[in-house]
Nanobody, 120 residues
Framework: QVQLVESGGGLVQPGGSLRLSCAASGSIFSIAAMGWYRQPPGNQRELVATITTGSTTTYADSVKGRFTISRDSAKNTAYLQMDSLKPEDTAVYYC??????????????WGQGTQVTVSS
């Protein structure tokens, strides 16, 4: 079993910052990528940012220059530093892991989600 534990969500004013963390644990043999998706109210889940084992990063256009994804490989933990937050960043943020685990196949795994609300 693979577990993803997210933390760091909450309420912040426009222009503020938050840092999300996602720790992966369980029978993980190899990680290909970690990242974050989000689902705004009434909308579909969308990509925020991903980082591969080789540290290649991908960002949604809407967060480029404001969000930074990083990873601590030794801890199997990914971080999302979110600066200059806007009300439109309000969403449930889901941690994403692409890895080979007990199934011995490359699979996608999801965290339970953490709420980020940007409001004055």
């Amino acid at each position: 079993q693979v577990q993803l534990v997210e933390s760091g969500g909450g309420l912040v004013q426009p222009g503020g910052s938050l840092r999300l963390s996602c720790a992966a644990s369980g029978s993980i043999f190899s990680i290909a990528a970690m990242g974050w998706y989000r689902q705004p109210p009434g909308n579909q889940r969308e990509l925020v940012a991903t980082i591969t084992t080789g540290s290649t990063t991908t960002y949604a256009d809407s967060v480029k220059g404001r969000f930074t994804i990083s990873r601590d490989s030794a801890k199997n933990t990914a971080y999302l530093q979110m600066d200059s937050l806007k009300p439109e960043d309000t969403a449930v943020y889901y941690c994403y892991l692409r890895a080979i685990a007990a199934s011995n196949r490359l699979s996608n795994y999801w965290g339970q989600g953490t709420q980020v609300t940007v409001s004055s």
